[in-house]
């Protein structure tokens, strides 16, 4: 499998080399100029994206057909996959750490709690979106799932504006939602690590499941 894993990382490397040399000098000085973590934890984000694009490498090279003459499972050619994105993903996660490092020499407000609790919780969402993604990318094909995914927060976030603007929340206990919000911030570090297991959780359950349909996909 490590073979696999190795095909899957060096292809998405090859391809992306130059933009991730671009894009890190770019958001790096982009976060410590403005004082802005986000761009670091966007980058986590991004590199799950970047992950996404090894389905429509093997499409335009005709992977599939040829990995069935290989001696190595269906289960484990979708694993290589989600090992990948998980690597690449590993990979942003470093580079905001090693950033982190940076901006607390030159920043005296720096404080590493508050830096590394929401990348914990950004790479857990990225994780979760990943794990989601590439399950419908096994289903549907690469553009399918990026476009699920695309109407999928369009919904969501246009959803809370209607919401808001017809308060159709007015009748909503939100007390229990403040209660919720206060136990959050008040175990932080708990919250996040909570957040990841059920990340891992649900990435677990999507690769089973993306295994058992890439089983019986002909080629």
Known sequence: MGGLIYKETAGLLSLY?????????????????????????????????????????DEQSGWGRYARTLP???????????????????????????????????????????????????????????AVMFLLAVKYGTEKARNFFLVFFLVLFGGFFLLGETNLLGEFPVEKLAGAAAWVEGNMVLSALLALLIAAAVLVVCLFAAAAIYRKKEF
């Open 72 to 130: 190595v499972s269906d289960f484990q050619v979708v694993a290589a996959k989600y090992v990948s994105a998980m690597v690449f993903m590993l990979m942003g996660v470093t580079y905001g750490v090693a950033m982190g490092v940076l901006w607390s020499l030159v920043d005296s407000t720096f404080r590493w709690l508050e830096f590394l609790v929401p990348m914990a919780v950004v790479s857990a969402i990225a994780l979760l979106s990943m």
């Open 17 to 57: 080399r130059k933009n991730l040399v671009l894009v890190a000098i770019l958001y790096g000085a982009m976060a410590l100029a403005l004082k802005n973590s986000f761009f670091l934890y966007f980058g986590v984000w991004m590199m799950g994206f970047y992950a996404l694009s090894s389905f429509s490498l």
